[in-house]
């Protein structure tokens, strides 16, 4: 007995359905989603860990700055959407200032809980509400990066006056959106 023998034709036929022209295209095509999202992923975790660091050196900064002479801070004509003493305004404006961030919504509050006397504590808490910008990731506090400088007044400067300058727990906070409180965790 021959064992059977294939024709040529059969075996051409049976070569070219089990051809791997389009397995490349198709492995691409199932793991770039998956490449996209990491590549996101690493684009926004950046961009909120800079807003974190800009932040932390903004805040700090600015309230050294106003510690050491209040009235030769920076710029006092950003709109704060809040009224305080051209001092304070200007502290306000130069956390703003120091603390660029693409994605983010940016948030000032300056406390003086014994009023602006030297050798008292001057706080000043930023609050950034920092936005991805692809959507898909989750940030750690929902997104919320705050950041808390607590320094001694250092001057009196005799260019620094308003009418309650030396009232004890003077608060100047622009407004957090969502009904959230600058109490919970602005403290000296």
Partial sequence: M???????RAIWRMRRFRSD?????VEFALVLPI??????????????FNASLQS???VHDAARAAAV?????????CDTGITAPTDITRLICGVLDQT????????VAVHLPNGWQVNTPLVVCERLDVAGISGFVPFPHDGHVQDVAVVNIEQDDPDTSWDNKLEPNQVYEQA?????????????
């Fill in 21 to 25: 022209d389009g397995a490349a295209a």
């Fill in 69 to 77: 002479a209040p009235s030769q801070g920076g710029d006092a004509t």
């Fill in 35 to 48: 490449l996209v999202l990491v590549l996101f992923g690493i684009i926004d975790y950046g961009l909120y």
């Fill in 2 to 8: 021959t064992a059977p023998t294939r024709s040529f």
């Fill in 176 to 188: 957090l959106p969502g009904g959230d409180s600058w109490s919970d965790w602005c403290k000296p």
């Fill in 56 to 58: 932390r050196w903004g």
């Fill in 100 to 107: 660029d961030s693409a994605t983010a919504k940016k948030y």
